[in-house]
């Protein structure tokens, strides 16, 4: 077994973009950022960390938009406090960290734990979410009720998350062997052919950053204990309240962490424009097996329902897009 030896500047990758650190609500955030104009935040999930969304950082700009890909709570180049692990504070997180950014609201983009602060965000602080695009996270939701109705499918999937809530065990398997578990991970998630070497090799790197297992783990830890508390309940009532910006979902089809039958029906809880893209031969992590077309959909997506703000996107019609569900 080896303990975390890599350094946080491990994950301070060059680029075309800029490294600089945000202070929000009680902590400090490292973002990379690129381009100018309206902004887009891209919010990684576990177990990465910011340049997972180095490709969009490439691209995106090039669409006239200003985007922002950060490292969250206890990952990355960000502060690893003892505390602040519940979605609450997770989400103030992301709301904060527009405003730091001094932006007025922002194109939410969320992966995994980054989509389901996404849905958390625009429901607890929609002034700040202007729309949400979200990947491989099915709404919240709709993961607690699979996990029950879908035993088999669902619930076998999501059994790591029982694992993950013994104590110590599961910081020094994610940390063991060069951080062999996360290639696991990715592997048994991914679609065919990922992860990359460079991938595998920056993400193993990434978990072995001192506090990073144990905080990443932290937010698995309080998703699945406070279902028996009040703060549990309290996030519940939360998520009942319906979405009202345009949404975007993309999910990879071969997904084995949550899987696409779980994800459809997220529009449920959708009270504005909500486009669905199932992407046939991906897993878990699409925006990273294929970039390119997920970022054009991304584009497309943003010129429609955030057109004529971007002056170098694709178009629009000059305002919120309200078309039917896709």
Known sequence: ????????????????????????????????????????????????????????????????????????????????????YDAFTLADDVAGLVRALGERDAVIVGHDWGGLLGWVTAVRRPRVVRGLAVISMPHPLRVRRRIVADVRG??????????????????????????????????????????????????????????????????????????LRPDGARFVELLRTPVRVP??????????????????????????????????GLGHFPHEEDPDTVTRDLVAWLAETDGGNADGGNGGNGGISRSPAC
């Not at 080896?2 to 500047?9: G, H, R, T």
């Not at 650190?21 to 999930?45: F, K, Y």
């Not at 070497?197 to 998703?223: D, K, Q, T």
């Not at 999910?251 to 992407?279: I, K, M, N, Q």
Request: contains cysteine.
């Open 154 to 227: 669902q619930g076998l999937a999501s059994r790591y998350l029982a694992a993950f809530q013994l104590p110590w065990v599961p910081e020094r398997r994610l940390v063991a062997e060069g951080a062999a578990y996360v290639a696991e991970l990715l592997r048994g998630w991914g679609g065919p052919g990922y992860p990359t070497p460079e991938a595998e090799a920056r993400y193993r790197g990434a978990m072995r950053i001192p506090g990073v297992a144990h905080s990443s783990l932290e937010y698995h830890r309080w998703v699945v204990r406070s279902q």
């Open 247 to 280: 949404t975007l979902q993309l999910h990879g089809s071969l997904d084995r962490c949550f899987l696409p039958s779980t994800a459809a029906g997220s529009e449920r809880h959708v009270a504005a424009s909500y486009t669905w893209r199932l992407y046939d």
């Open 1 to 84: 077994m080896e303990d975390a030896i890599s350094e946080p500047a491990a994950v301070l990758v060059d680029g075309p973009w800029r490294h600089r650190d945000v202070s929000t609500n009680g902590t400090r955030l490292h973002v990379a950022e690129a381009g100018e104009g309206p902004l887009v935040l891209l919010l990684h999930g576990f177990p990465q960390f910011w340049w997972t969304w180095r490709s969009q950082l490439r691209d995106l700009p090039a669409a006239g938009y200003r985007v922002v890909a950060a490292d969250l709570r206890g990952y990355g180049a960000s502060d690893k406090p003892p505390r602040g």
